[in-house]
């Protein structure tokens, strides 16, 4: 095949991809496989680490088939993730010690209290990490595997076993174990590198318990950290750029320049503003995070996590079994003109920013006996945009300029009554790109940087085009009755499940 060719490996929380770039950013070819969703008690969230890579290799294969390209044709790899995810396992056979702890667990709440309660950790993990001091990060579950998997601190301090979120073990298998790394982008998310220094910090160390033997080597997001190795589909090509998965869609969004921001709708909804060369602290419990770094230009943002966006309509197929497939939401909430004054909290797995709630829990409010099933799926999908808004009045309170427009990717962002409803909520302009899986997208662009297939951001920034812009048309009075009945009912979910 003519012109170079980049593997986007593009592994999310309920599936694995990979997509095939060509040097103007056009996929030629996709493959996805759903694993296993394990919930063995409630607030409990874990993936089988072994199936998330062969649900991984399998779609690399099955991508290069459905694009006619071989082998060697690929010209690099790119490798974007699921952040906080944690996986340990056995660095000489590459094997888990325990099922991963998803980021959406939140088992380890009541270690993150008791945290908290030490006299001085708080402002510590703010100031150092950049984030809030809570379960979502991957500091406490490693702790927590460290401490429940019989014999692990010991290995771990041998040096037996090796800690990773997503990235880190795809590198791994992908290597035969010969690469342990994480990227920056990934390494901020773990509440254990210090955002300033780009390095793991001793005191959060500490503060865990954690030792440094376990840890991979942070690299940049822009570089060749290794090669596939002889024997897998795919041996010799170089991994060349790794990033965090909302990380990456900032970067495959092209929002290069401070105060350009993007949203991604995946399983969760996440934010995210960039903010120039030097980290901006949050006073409205924002996260302060890392970007991406190219070379040795660091990159930063403030974030806004959401638990729980797509993952609704997820619930409303499989829980509640209203539709039979996902795309399907969107003509059942059209069925009807308005909510009829119900308003959906999607807390399942706790309320994230900016409220950062692990004990608030799903609620419905506001049904009547003419209540039916198109109004409770048109709520779903309000509260999907009326967490973003909560989530942009944050930042906009914490950043310099505000947002004039989102950009916005993810699967959800197909759902034409959301993104209009989007854009009435927030009152700016919402904008969808032609290529909306911009996730793998900046994987790709990220691994092609690093080996010369393109120049420099300013040539990814001319292949983003525009596929649709959905401007504000509500009235801002209904719009402020909406939201004021959001924010009771999110006050009503607040704090629900017993604590111990």
């Not at 001793?202 to 440094?212: G, K, Q, S």
């Not at 969808?432 to 994987?443: D, I, M």
């Not at 801002?476 to 006050?491: C, I, N, P, Q, T």
Request: one cysteine or more.
């Amino acid at each position: 095949m003519s012109g170079p060719v980049v593997l986007a490996l593009d592994q999310g929380t309920t599936s694995s991809r990979a997509i095939l770039f060509d040097g103007e950013g056009n996929a030629l070819g996709t493959a996805q496989k759903e694993f296993t969703q394990g919930y063995p008690r409630p607030g409990w969230v874990e993936h089988d680490a072994n199936e998330i890579w062969s649900s991984q290799s399998g779609v690399m294969s099955e991508a290069l088939a459905a694009a006619n390209v071989s082998s060697r044709d690929v010209t690099a790899i790119g490798i974007t993730n699921q952040r906080e995810t944690t996986v340990l396992w056995d660095r000489r056979t590459l094997q888990p010690v325990a099922p991963a702890i998803v980021w959406q667990d939140r088992r380890t709440a009541e270690a993150v209290d008791a945290v908290r309660a030490r006299a001085g950790a708080e402002e510590l993990v703010v100031g150092r990490s950049g984030l809030v001091l809570d379960a979502y990060f991957s500091a406490s579950k490693l702790a927590w595997l460290l401490e429940h998997v019989p014999g692990a601190r010991e290995r771990a301090e041998r040096g037996e076993l090796a800690f990773g979120t997503v990235d880190s073990w795809l590198v791994a298998r992908l290597t035969r174990g010969e690469v342990h790394v994480t990227d920056v982008s990934n390494a901020s998310r773990t509440m254990l590198m210090g955002v300033r220094s780009l390095d793991w910090d001793d005191e959060l160390l500490a503060l865990w318990d954690i030792p440094r033997a376990v840890l991979p080597r942070i690299v940049g997001s822009s570089e060749v950290v290794g090669h596939v190795a002889d024997g897998l589909p795919l041996a010799g090509v170089p991994i060349a750029g790794i990033a965090g998965d909302q990380q990456a869609a900032t970067f495959g969004q092209a929002c290069f320049a401070p105060g350009q921001a993007k949203s991604t709708y995946g399983t969760g909804a996440f934010l995210v503003l960039n903010t120039g060369d030097a980290p901006v602290p949050s006073h409205h419990r924002l996260l302060t995070t890392v970007a991406w770094r190219l070379g040795d230009e660091v990159r930063y943002a403030l974030e806004g996590s959401i638990f729980m966006a797509g993952a609704i309509v997820q619930w409303l197929r499989d829980g509640l079994g209203v539709i039979r497939r996902s795309e399907d939401v969107e003509a059942l909430a059209t069925s009807v003109p308005d909510t009829g004054d119900v308003v959906l909290v999607p807390a399942f797995a706790g309320l994230g920013a900016p409220h950062w709630d692990p004990y608030a829990r799903g609620t419905i409010v506001g049904m009547t006996r003419g209540t039916t099933a198109a109004h409770i799926a048109r709520a779903a999908l309000e509260s999907i945009a009326f967490q973003v808004a909560d989530v942009i009045d944050a930042m906009a309170a914490d950043a310099p300029a505000p947002v004039t427009e989102l950009r916005v990717d993810g699967g959800a962002s197909r759902n034409d009554l959301l993104m209009q409803d989007q854009a009435d909520v927030l009152g700016v302009p919402v904008v969808r790109p032609a290529v909306t899986e911009t996730t793998a997208l900046g994987a790709a662009y990220l691994a092609g940087l690093a080996t010369g297939v393109w120049a420099g951001p300013d040539d990814v920034a001319a292949h983003w085009r525009e596929e649709r812009r959905f401007e504000p048309a509500a009235d801002a009075d209904s719009v402020a009755h909406r939201r004021g009945r959001w924010r009771a009912a999110v006050e009503r979910a607040k704090d629900w499940s017993e604590r111990g």
